[in-house]
């Protein structure tokens, strides 16, 4: 073969790489459906879970390490007494106050990312339709903050610090204490080897 032959043959196989490369640069994660608990005790692990909020995520761009994410839909349990049910309500594409609409996060591996590193939700807030008809729709708003640990660590292995609050039609103030307040909320793991829990139906939480 000609010096030119192994030239153009070495192009070939350049352009082919690359073009692989810049696929997978661009190659997009997984729809995401991450959870945060809201303890009766937001800063002891071991106590009762009071909400469920969901935030369904969809991959729209990525640009290196970082992914857009579309909030899909906004979900919220509110987790009854033991003789009562649990109560949802959620929102399709609620507000997200960020210049194009977008949560971006940056990942260290964005094709896997890990539920640790949503911790730190943009402004999202709207009116959450309540399941039972008969009961009142939700207004919330929901944002998470950096905050200092305290001494002697985060409560959670996964800690998102979140400003919060939900108010019904029927309510004067804010349910829970996060209305205007700052609260660690949990971010459950997946266990190994298992489902997650979450990523079904809402009836699954």
């Known amino acids: 073969m000609s010096r030119g032959a192994h030239i153009y043959s070495l192009g070939c196989l350049l352009a082919l790489l690359g073009g692989f490369s810049n696929q997978a640069e661009g190659q997009l994660p997984a729809s995401q459906t991450i959870p945060y608990l809201i303890h009766e005790v937001p800063t002891d692990w071991s106590s009762a879970i009071s909400y469920v909020v969901i935030m369904s995520l ?3 761009e990525r640009v290196g390490n970082f992914v857009a994410w579309e909030v ?7 987790v009854g007494a033991v003789s009562t049910h ?3 309500w959620s929102e399709a ?7 194009d609409g977008l949560w971006w996060v940056e990942h260290a591996q964005p094709i896997a990312p890990k539920r640790g ?5 943009p402004l999202v807030s709207g009116i959450a339709t309540a399941a039972d008809p008969t009961d009142y729709d939700m207004e919330y708003y ?21 400003d919060y609050g939900f108010t019904q039609a029927a309510e004067p103030q804010p349910e829970g204490d996060g209305g205007g307040g700052v609260e660690p909320v949990e971010l459950p793991p997946v266990p190994p080897g298992e489902e997650d829990p979450y990523h ?3 009836q699954a939480y």
């Open 86 to 88: 649990d109560t949802f």
């Open 58 to 60: 969809e991959p729209v």
């Open 93 to 99: 594409f609620p507000s997200v106050a960020t210049e």
């Open 200 to 202: 079904s139906s809402q």
């Open 142 to 162: 929901w944002e998470g903050i950096v905050a200092p640990a305290p001494l002697g660590g985060w409560p959670y292995a996964n800690t998102s610090i979140i």
């Open 117 to 121: 590193e949503f911790i730190l939700p």
């Open 72 to 78: 899909t839909e906004w979900r919220l349990k509110k």
